[in-house]
């Protein structure tokens, strides 16, 4: 049993299926992947222990097999391949991949001794469906995955909360993006949404199966789970926030935002916890360093009610989020004691202020 296709298409399905193996030393399966030759269909499995994805291709020349191999070797021979067409034929214990030369992989055994297949997943293709856009999950990508938290003391933060807007949050920083995506509350997980952006087709079809969730279009499926813990994610709380009252705003160049940020960076100590001042002025905002060995002004391309305010930032939640920013001019609004707000087009963005003895009550530094 073999199959025949060209190295090029190989390549491009193989580079997008790597991509849902976590390659956990802990879960075996999450190192593998299955390879499907059915009635012409090629499919290529791989999952993380939660989610799981598939790459089609259609058309392909072979006789129908199911064999899984060792991701990692698989992946870096068929990559290295520099032959116009591959062949896979499959052997009694190993798969044989013939292309500048002929090369034989040993395929993994199960505890019995027999070789190793994917667990299905079954889902009623009768449920109904909707409809998602790609270009909306790549802005969600874009904006909103530098507010996820990184750790798992709160896990429900490190997922993406879906109701009248899309927010995620570390409780230190937030992002609101003023989108309906599906008609009920959902909270992904960020690696089903990292996933999702390996889609090539704009149109993806979704369906709902309690916790269940199937995102198909024609040559990439992803299936997995909700992530648990809706019912703790603090939405009311941070819709709150979203609200608070900022009594000025200016307006200021993205790109020179970053330029600063990036050489303050580097007179920013360790002792200093990340911290730099933000003097807004009436010709601009000073940026500077706690020790005041960096400093740096960058004038205003708009200016609104301002007042003389001072605060105390972290610099890299500073940098993440104007990173994030979709626009090149970046409206940020202050004087509030506890946050400074960003805000571009549908997208919100709060970052928390550091407490700093230098900083007064009224934002004036001593």
Not at 323 to 340: D, F, P, R, T
């Amino acid at each position: 049993m073999k199959l025949k296709l060209k190295t090029l298409k190989l390549q491009e399905m193989v580079s997008k299926s790597i991509k849902g193996a976590s390659n956990n030393k802990m879960i075996p399966i999450t190192g593998l992947m299955a390879i499907v030759l059915k009635k012409g269909m090629l499919t290529l499995i791989t999952t993380d222990a939660t989610n799981t994805l598939k790459v089609m291709e259609n058309n392909v020349e072979g006789d129908d097999f199911y064999v899984v191999v060792q991701t990692d070797i698989f992946s870096k021979l068929v990559a290295k391949t520099t032959t116009e067409t591959i062949t896979l034929t499959l052997k009694e214990n190993s798969l044989e991949i013939k292309g500048n030369g002929t090369y034989s992989i040993e395929l993994p055994l199960d505890e019995e001794g027999q070789l190793i297949k994917f667990p299905e997943y079954k889902f009623d293709d009768k449920i109904e469906k909707s409809v998602i856009n790609l270009s909306t999950v790549k802005v969600l990508l874009n904006a909103n995955k530098a507010a996820l938290a990184e750790t798992m003391e709160i896990p429900c933060l490190t997922g993406y909360y879906f109701d009248d807007n899309v927010i995620t949050t570390d409780t230190f920083k937030v992002c609101s993006n003023d989108i309906k995506v599906f008609p009920n509350k959902v909270l992904l997980p960020s690696e089903m949404m990292e996933l999702l952006s390996i889609m090539d087709e704009e149109k993806i079809t979704v369906q709902h199966s309690g916790s269940k969730i199937l995102f198909t279009t024609g040559n990439v499926v992803v299936f997995g789970s909700q992530l648990d813990g809706i019912e703790d994610y603090p939405a009311e709380a941070v819709g709150a926030y979203l609200e608070t009252e900022f009594s000025s705003v200016c307006k200021l160049p993205k790109g020179a935002l970053l330029n600063v940020l990036d050489r303050l960076a580097l007179f920013v100590a360790t002792y200093d916890k990340n911290g730099v001042y933000l003097t807004f002025t009436k010709d601009g905002v000073i940026f500077s360093s706690k020790r005041s060995n960096g400093t740096e002004l960058i004038k205003y391309q708009g200016s609104e009610n301002f007042q003389p305010f001072t605060c105390c930032a972290d610099i890299e939640l500073l940098k993440s989020q104007i990173s994030a920013q979709g626009e090149e001019v970046v409206e940020m609004w202050y004087g509030h004691e506890k946050a400074l707000k960003m805000t571009s087009g549908k997208i919100t963005q709060i970052v928390a202020l550091l407490e700093d003895d230098r900083v007064m009550d009224n934002g004036e530094t001593e």
